[in-house]
């Protein structure tokens, strides 16, 4: 079949390269793609967000099967858009509705969902400018630390943790007064701090059935030891040494199953992943967020290790016989670590030529995984903030960590930077 992948990261070329394993897999087209994705399949210069121009092209290429990598498009409605379609109608794609896609596009309507469905989660309050005056009163006898959260979609930069009440004032007024992250915070979220270790869990659903594709711990700040300012994802590993059976249990019990007996309760059509975001808190899971999609960097260490067909179990979700697929997964660990551009997440320059991407590294099992590159007449540059993905496995989480470092070792490009304790909690 022919498979259009919309998006341009790191997720996307973990993406193309594994879709273009499928014997499913006839031509595969990415829009807009990167100078990575260009190895498996046709960049197209198309944005996420330009339905018509989806729809269009999928005309035009007798498209089958979209795969929808990133969260906007979603959110704004691509699936409902093919369904309303009658042109479009018999394409396959892999993503919920835009009311299914409400859990990531929502932070009040996700809690409010957890709620419903008694999933463990944070106590919290929602808040915009017409009760702002109570919201602080709320803030001032809250608790600290304490989370505010823009309720919308915000970059994944839409989350503040506040070590006392001053600065969850400002934050809170600058959210909602100063609209900080435009009308993705003119409500606000604020959640009780759960202190722990996080993990996420991916699971792909038809609405009412389930299978677990994977897990993973990623790394957000910038700094080594998990400090400075939130990134996209610095890195990524898994597996977690604690999520053994007894936890993932307690997950399926308390969270997964819930979540998708509400999705089907509530009547979501949901067709597509769901990304649980955990945190351990004495033994016990507790849900932090629903993503509608899968995430980045984790793709980039789940999708290596799914021994699947991915084409395959998308075509069994289709048609209503995911239940009966038997998940494999490579038992080995794998780390993804990001090189970025000097600056990031603040401001950064681009179209740094890269070098050594071409290099023979000795690796037994290596990946790289374009995040914000583009070609440049011969020359590959980056483009974008996260710019690289370098994935390795290894028997343990240390050996795969010192191989991705290894291929770093013999890649530059100007301003690059990279932290190098991903994974220093498992050695």
């Known amino acids: 079949m022919n498979i259009l992948l919309l998006g341009s990261g790191g997720r996307e070329h973990a993406f193309a390269w594994k879709v273009k394993q499928s014997e499913r897999c006839s031509e595969l087209f990415i829009a807009p793609g990167n100078a990575g994705t260009a190895s498996f399949g046709k960049n197209v210069a198309i944005a996420v967000t330009d339905f018509e121009a989806i729809k269009n092209f999928c005309i035009t290429e007798k498209i089958e099967m979209v795969i929808v990598g990133p969260e906007d498009p979603l959110v704004l409605g691509i699936y409902d858009f093919f369904i309303i379609d009658k042109s479009l ?140 300012p939130n990134t996209g994802g610095m890195g990524c590993v898994s597996p977690v040494s604690f999520v ?40 016990e899971p507790y849900l932090i967020e629903y993503n509608c999609r899968m995430g980045d960097p984790e793709t980039e260490v789940v999708i290596p290790k799914l021994k699947n067909d991915l084409v395959h179990l998308f075509v069994a979700m289709h048609k209503g016989d995911l239940q009966n697929q038997l998940i494999e997964i490579d038992e080995r660990a794998c780390c993804t670590v990001m090189a970025v551009s000097g600056g990031y997440p603040g401001e950064y320059r681009k179209n740094m030529s890269i070098t050594g991407l071409n290099k023979i590294f000795g690796q037994k099992e290596m990946l790289i995984f374009h995040a914000g590159t583009k070609q440049n007449d011969d020359q590959i540059v980056t483009n974008g903030g996260r710019v690289l993905a370098v994935t390795c496995f290894g028997d343990n989480i240390k050996e795969a960590v010192t191989s991705s470092m290894e291929v770093l070792k013999n890649i530059s490009f100007e301003g690059m930077y990279y932290r190098k304790d991903i994974g220093y909690e498992f050695d």
């Open 89 to 228: 109608q018999h394409i396959i794609v892999i993503g919920p509705s835009a009311a299914g896609a409400q859990l990531e596009g929502s932070k009040a309507f996700s809690k409010r969902f957890m709620q419903r469905h008694n999933i463990p989660t944070a106590g919290y309050g929602e808040f915009n400018e017409s009760n702002f005056d109570d919201g602080i009163k709320y803030l001032e006898q809250h608790s600290t630390p304490i989370v505010l959260k823009a309720d919308g979609l915000a970059a994944g930069k839409g989350v503040v943790i506040c070590e006392n009440s001053a600065e969850a004032k400002e934050v809170f007024t600058a959210m909602i007064k100063d609209r900080q992250f435009g009308e993705a915070s003119a409500k606000v979220v604020v959640e009780e701090f759960l202190q722990g270790i996080e993990v996420s869990v991916f699971v792909l659903t038809d609405g009412k059935n389930y299978k677990i594709l994977g897990h993973a711990k990623d790394y957000k700040r910038i700094g080594e030891g998990d400090t400075g």
């Open 244 to 283: 053994d059976q007894v936890f993932m249990q307690k997950v399926e019990k308390t969270i997964i199953e819930p979540t998708i007996k509400g999705i089907h309760e509530e009547g979501l059509t949901y067709k597509g992943f769901v990304f649980f975001g955990l945190i351990k808190v004495n033994d």
